[in-house]
Each structure stands twice: as C-alpha cells, then as structure tokens.
C-alpha cells in the first residue's frame, strides 16, 4: 500500500515515513499542495494524510482539487481544534480529521477507518456498473428491440465508465461502409463527432486487424492539459465486423483505466449479440416471404386467367 503524506515540515514527514514504514506501507512525501496534487495524479497513491495548513494553499483547497478528478481517501492533521474547521475539512471533501499531536494508534485507526470506507465506495461503483450491465443484459434476453437496446447501450457507457460521448456504427453489408444508429453525451467539440463518426486514419486498423483500438493524446482546455482516450471496439460476429462502439474518455490526469475496458468489452459483447440476433431474424422473414412467393407463382402458373392475383394479395 502506498500513502502520500503532504507536509511542510520534514521532521514530521519523517516520522509518518519510519512508523508507516513498519506496517509494510510505502510513503510518498509532498511538501506542498501544488506537489500533492501532481503525485496523486502520478504516482496513484492508496492514501493521502494532508496538513491542513500548506505554505501554498490550505489542505482543504486541495482537498477540493483532488476531489474533482479522485475518490482517493484523504485525512487531514492539524493543530487546529475549532469545530469550525473540522466541519471546513469534511465539506472540502477529506474522509476524517485528526488533530496533532496525535498519537500513532490513533492514527492507524484512522487509516484503517479511510481504507474500509474506501472499499465500500470502489464495491458501490462496481455494483452500479453490474446493475447497468444487467439492466442491458435483460432488456436485451426480453427482446427490447435493436435501436432503442443500441441507444440503452451508448448512453451507459457515457454514464457508468463515464464517458465524454460515444456512439454505435453498423456495417451495411451491401456497400461495406458504416452508418450511425445512435450517439450520445458532450460532442459540442468539432473532433469529437468527427471520431465517432469514424472519420478517422486509423479507424480502418480496427476493420483489418478486427481488434479494439485505444489512442490516447493530450488536449489542453481553458489552459489546463487533460488526457483524453479515444477507443473503437468493433462489433465482431462469426468473425466479421458488424458494427463499432466509439468511445471518447476525457479526464484532468489519467488514460481509460483496465476496469473500464473490461466493462467496454461486455457492453460490446451484447450489442454484437443483439446485432446478430436482428440479421438472422431478418434473414429469416426475407427467406420466409421467398417461400411464400414462390408458392404463388407456383398457383398462378396454373391459371392464366388469375395471374397476378394472388401476388397482388
């Protein structure tokens, strides 16, 4: 388990070193906010225990930085003992407070508090990703219809993963080109409905190689640098593509994460189920009305007198 620990003075930062050190904890150490906030964003830690008051910013405006783009656990330590500024510290976003000096045991409790809670909150993100899988997976074993089953698919993507925007493109089998059945979420940027659309070079690698396509770059918004993921999953049956699930992620300081990959592949998976499913049904009344036909021309070959009758009906 790695925790940052952010603190103006080194002694301090020291000691939380030596005593986390022996409960097999790696410690990352900040001295700042500004520094806080970039080695949430770089190393990933499982923790972060933050003085209230910084040099630069007082911890509960990094508390509310953090906040914006992490749910990572974060206790507070102060000298301050004033309700006031526990109630500051909790609105700003931190998990618990803990006034110095304090004692270690104190402290571990406190961490094992902010780990339990973490917990709780990873398993009820999970659960709401399994309970929209299973709403998508049951409307599509009742038979919701192909476009409006489609439509469920791209608007729980943008909302569970969450996602920027993103869109479903079927093949036409005829022209072997795509067309667009649904798309959602924040596409007001001009280069984003222009992926999703699948106006893009390497678009074509997810036709050829039949493998999902993740492309990531740096965008900067309002002069602040975000990272954004730009994926393709294609829609695969009997080993041919029948469709795409574009995806755009956009994010202050991290890429798509494996989870939500993982999450993208089930979706696909019943959208390329769903897909087949409505080709084989439409095969299978085309194959029906050619039976029919036929046995209708096979009755008015009889009759000249009656031809086109029963065509006609």
């Known amino acids: 388990m790695r925790i940052l620990v ?26 700042n906010g500004e520094e806080a906030i970039r080695a949430v964003a770089v190393d990933r830690p499982d923790m972060v225990i933050l003085d209230l008051g910084l040099p630069d910013m007082e911890g509960t405006e990094v508390t509310r930085r953090i906040r914006e783009w992490s749910a990572v656990p974060i206790i507070i330590l102060s000298v301050r003992e004033q309700e006031s500024d526990k109630i500051a510290a909790l609105d700003s976003g931190a998990d618990d407070y803990l006034t110095k000096p304090f004692k270690l045991e104190n402290l571990k409790a406190t961490i094992q508090r902010g780990l339990e809670s973490q917990a709780i909150k990873r398993e009820n993100v999970a659960l709401r990703s399994q309970l929209e899988l299973m709403k998508v997976a049951r409307e599509y074993a009742q038979g919701m219809k192909l476009r409006p089953l489609l439509e469920l698919v791209v608007n729980s993507a943008v909302q569970v993963l969450p996602a920027q925007a993103a869109s479903i493109l079927l093949r036409n089998r ?15 940027e001009e280069a984003i409905p222009k992926f999703l659309l699948g106006d893009n070079e390497k678009f074509r690698e997810v036709l050829n190689n039949r493998r999902p396509l993740t492309g990531q770059q740096e965008i900067d918004i309002e002069g602040k640098t975000f990272k954004r993921s730009l994926l393709s999953y294609p829609l695969i049956s009997h080993g041919e593509v029948i469709g795409l699930l574009n995806l755009v992620y956009t994010d202050r300081y991290s890429f798509i994460s494996p989870g939500q990959k993982r999450m993208l592949s089930l979706l696909v998976s019943t959208a390329a189920s769903a897909v087949e499913a409505n080709f084989l049904n439409r095969d299978l009344r085309k194959s029906y009305f050619q039976t029919i036909k036929a046995l209708a021309n096979a009755i008015e070959a009889r009759d000249r007198y009656t031809a086109g009758h029963t065509d006609r009906v």
């Open 174 to 188: 005829k022209t072997d080109s795509f067309y667009l059945v649904n798309m959602a979420g924040d596409t007001a």
């Open 6 to 31: 952010v603190d103006d003075e080194k002694a301090i930062r020291r000691y939380l070193r030596v005593a986390l050190s022996a409960q097999d904890i790696t410690v990352v150490e900040a001295s």
